[in-house]
């Protein structure tokens, strides 16, 4: 077998400075032909059976760049709005009875404009195209000689520059559309093309991990300085980096408290029992630190940490930072443990797999660049 190690390679390329994909569904009035609507109008006149017909006349795609304008993303400096101009032909065929009508084959321009926040550096170009129409004749909303089509359009939009690069590669794909604030700010020009690395590409992560749980746990509830240990139907999943994706990440917990005393009332939880019910959402991570067997070189833990919102029972919605650490020690060792801090409420939730039966835990090193 010949060796195909990974390794360092320069190499003359044409850089992907930003991608997105974009979905526009319209539906366009158009007008029929003279002849043609003549031809329906007397077909129906007679009882016939009308349907119709369209889809893309192939070889009339087009994109055209419009402009571009500062955008106001302080988190993102050199973001610009860019105005993009798409166009297709659409064929149009009306039939009776299953026959082609005469004089109803004829052809429509379809246009759509486009504005997309994009990372867009002096010195780099744009390249937009088409890559699917898809198009359906709406004969319940013909008015007069006019008729509705319904057209959907999906694109591709890369910014792009030849670059000489020393790279380890894999395959990336395009990230979500960034919502357009209506105030823009003038950014300073770079002399030479600057990536995004805030938005673009995705970051990838060292290692990726799952938990879930759902049944009866006991954990630690504080609000407003006040409960303690209960006890009460918990359903917890988290995933983080899922397929080494940063962006794959979340944690979703659900909290249903047992009104007791759960557990006997102690001088730090005297009762009367307190509703300590609460949901709990990450909404933002950090890269995780991973943990590796110093014996084996594998990776059997991580610690994630990030923001989100906890929302005990009859309260309002808080953010809240959280930390949670995850050890994949089969057989029987597995623990999840996530530490959430809210303004008023404050969680932990210390779960094992001796401890609690059902508790699922994976850890895993990301092979970014496999042989």
């Not at 082609?100 to 994009?118: A, R």
């Not at 408290?257 to 307190?274: H, M």
């Not at 530490?339 to 895993?364: Q, R």
Request: hydrophobic share 40%; net charge negative; aromatic share 6%.
């Amino acid at each position: 077998m010949v060796p195909n190690p990974i390794g360092p390679e320069c190499i003359r390329v044409t850089k992907v400075y930003d991608w997105v994909v974009l979905t526009n569904r319209d539906r366009n009035k158009i007008q029929i032909p003279e002849e043609c609507f003549a031809a329906i109008e007397e077909a129906r006149h007679d009882g016939n059976t009308i349907t119709a017909t369209c889809s893309e006349v192939v070889g009339t795609r087009s994109c055209d760049f419009i402009g571009a304008t500062p955008a106001n993303i302080p988190s993102v400096p050199g973001a610009q709005i860019v105005s993009l101009a798409f166009h297709v032909h659409i064929r149009v065929i009306f039939f009776c009875n299953g026959a082609p009508l005469p004089g109803c084959n004829f052809v429509v321009p379809v246009s759509f404009m486009d504005e997309v926040i994009l990372c867009f550096p002096e010195g780099t170009e744009i390249n937009c195209n088409i890559f699917d129409v898809q198009c359906t004749v709406v004969l319940n909303q013909m008015l007069g000689d006019m008729v509705v089509l319904d057209v959907t359009m999906c694109k591709d939009v890369q910014v792009e520059a030849e670059v000489k690069l020393e790279v380890e590669a894999k395959f990336c794909g395009p990230r979500p559309v960034i919502p357009i604030e209506e105030d823009g700010f003038v950014c300073p020009t770079p002399r030479f093309p600057q990536q995004c690395p805030t938005f673009f590409p995705t970051l990838n992560c060292d290692c990726q991990g799952s938990a879930e749980f759902d049944g009866v746990a006991s954990i630690l509830v504080f609000e407003d300085g006040q409960g303690g240990g209960t006890t009460g139907n918990l359903d917890f999943t988290a995933l983080v980096c899922d397929q080494c994706n940063l962006a794959g990440s979340r944690i979703q917990v659900t909290y249903i408290d047992t009104l007791g005393p759960t557990p006997t009332p102690t001088p730090t939880n005297p009762g009367p029992d307190i509703e300590q019910s609460f949901t709990f959402t990450a909404n933002d991570f950090a890269q995780p630190t991973c943990v590796t067997d110093p014996a084996t070189g594998l990776v059997t833990g991580l610690t994630a940490t990030g923001t989100g919102v906890i929302t005990p029972a009859g309260g309002v919605p808080e953010n809240a930072t959280f930390t949670l650490t995850l050890t994949d020690a089969d057989p029987l060792a597995d623990a999840a443990t996530l530490l959430i801090t809210g303004a008023t409420t404050n969680v932990t939730i210390a779960l094992t797999e001796g401890a609690n039966p059902g508790l699922e835990v994976e850890v895993g090193d990301c092979d970014r660049f496999p042989v």
